[in-house]
Every structure is written in structure tokens, then in C-alpha cells.
């Protein structure tokens, strides 16, 4: 991991608490115990992690930059310089993939700009294991973060992406917070097409994973309780 500038390695962490190396490839380990200066968006949680990981490893060796919706614009500038003296810096997430529907984002952008490698390593992609299992259409998709809390500011959401759904036969794949999901899946079942596919998955690589795909009508007896469980929802209209 030795160069003029070090690199900017994109760490993917577990969807839950699972034991890392359930979900995680050996890779991970190994670079985790290479690396001392992260970029992170929970102090705690992350130090967590890396314990769990690799418990032999450091912790007051390790160097931590805390990026969330506090970090100001300068602040975040500045987390990469330790690459520009030639150490490698790792960039987690709270959960799956860093930079995907998530804050790292800006991070990665920042790398390219100040021409630092970026590395992306395996592992899970709630939103990809989900469109995996959907039975939806892979080829073309579209990730849409969280929808509107108004409601009828949702509604008009809801059936905008039904419609570029039918239209581009794609995918259409969207996030709430756990907390509002059974108000998220309710209003599915009521405002989209009988005949619209819904999926909902969550809990992904847990022990109490759901994931079914079914007609938006046939959700409206759902007895599943889906209540503060990270849960993604996909939708297609054929």
C-alpha cells in the first residue's frame, strides 16, 4: 500500500449484527489491519467494527475523521491530506457500501479531484441484494433515496415512478425509515396499480431476513411486521 499518495480505500461494512466474516470477505480484514486513518460517520460504531474485525488491531493507533450531515464543507476538505503525505486512509459506512446512498459520496469526489486512487472493495449492497432477490428488472433500475414524508406530495411520487416504470420497464427502488414502514407499505397497497409488483426486503443477511415480492393489492393483508426494520421497497409495473 506504499506511493508517492496514499489511496482511499471504500470499506463496506454489515447490514447487521452479524459476525463480520459471515458477510465480509477475508479482504476486508486484511486491509482493515493495514490501515490507520479512517473517515467515518460514527465515532463508536466504527471503532466497533474494526474491533470486532481485526480485535488484535490498536485502537488508540487509530485515526478517526468523523463525516455527517455536521461536517462542514471545510472540515471535509480536509480529511484526505494524510494521503497526500502517503498514508492510506479507509472510508466506512454505517451500513453496506460506502458512497452509495450515503454521505461518503463527497469524499470519493474530493479523491478524484486531488488525484488519490480510490479502491472500492466487495461487499453487501442492501439495495443490489435486494433488486437481486426481487425478481424485478435488473438491467434497468433506478434508486430513488427516501420519497416525500407529505403525503400528498408521496402519493404523486408513487405514481410518477409506477409510471416511468411501465414506460422504461424499469426497476424502481426507494428507502423510508424503518419507523414508517408499515405507513410506507399501506400506502403502496392503496395507491398503486392492483397489479404492480412490490417488493419488500428487509433485515438483508440477517437470521430474520424477509424478503416477497407480490402484487401491490395482495400487501394490503400483510401480517408481517416490518416496524423499525431497515427495509428497501421496489416497485414494477409491467
Not at 9 to 18: S, V
Not at 164 to 191: A, C, G, W
Amino acid at each position: 500500500m506504499t506511493s508517492s499518495k496514499g489511496q482511499l480505500f471504500l470499506i463496506p461494512t454489515r447490514l447487521g449484527d452479524n459476525p463480520p466474516l459471515e458477510v465480509l470477505p477475508i479482504s476486508i480484514k486484511k486491509v482493515i489491519e493495514d490501515i490507520d486513518y479512517y473517515i467515518v460517520e460514527n465515532e463508536k460504531t466504527a471503532r466497533r467494527f474494526i474491533k470486532r474485525i481485526s480485535p488484535s488491531k490498536s485502537q488508540p493507533s487509530l485515526k478517526l475523521s468523523v463525516l455527517n450531515k455536521y461536517t462542514t464543507e471545510e472540515e471535509r476538505n480536509t480529511f484526505l491530506n494524510p494521503c497526500l503525505e502517503g498514508h492510506t486512509i479507509g472510508l466506512l459506512s454505517e451500513a453496506g457500501c460506502p458512497a452509495i446512498a450515503d454521505p461518503g459520496s463527497d469524499v470519493v469526489s474530493l479523491a478524484h479531484s486531488m488525484n488519490i486512487k480510490v479502491v472500492p472493495l466487495v461487499g453487501p449492497s442492501s439495495i443490489i441484494l435486494a433488486l437481486m432477490a426481487s425478481g424485478m428488472n435488473g438491467q434497468s433500475f433506478c434508486f430513488n433515496g427516501y420519497l416525500p414524508i407529505d403525503k400528498a406530495e408521496r402519493k404523486a411520487k408513487l405514481k410518477s415512478l409506477e409510471r416511468l416504470s411501465s414506460e422504461h420497464n424499469q426497476s424502481q427502488i426507494f428507502i423510508e425509515t424503518p419507523y414508517r414502514n408499515t405507513k410506507m407499505l399501506e400506502d403502496l397497497s392503496n395507491v398503486l396499480h392492483p397489479e404492480t409488483r412490490v417488493c419488500v426486503a428487509c433485515d438483508i443477511t440477517l437470521p430474520s431476513e424477509f424478503i416477497k415480492t407480490r402484487p401491490a393489492r395482495d400487501w394490503k393483508n400483510n401480517k408481517e411486521d416490518l416496524h423499525k426494520r431497515p427495509a428497501i421497497f421496489i416497485i414494477q409495473k409491467d
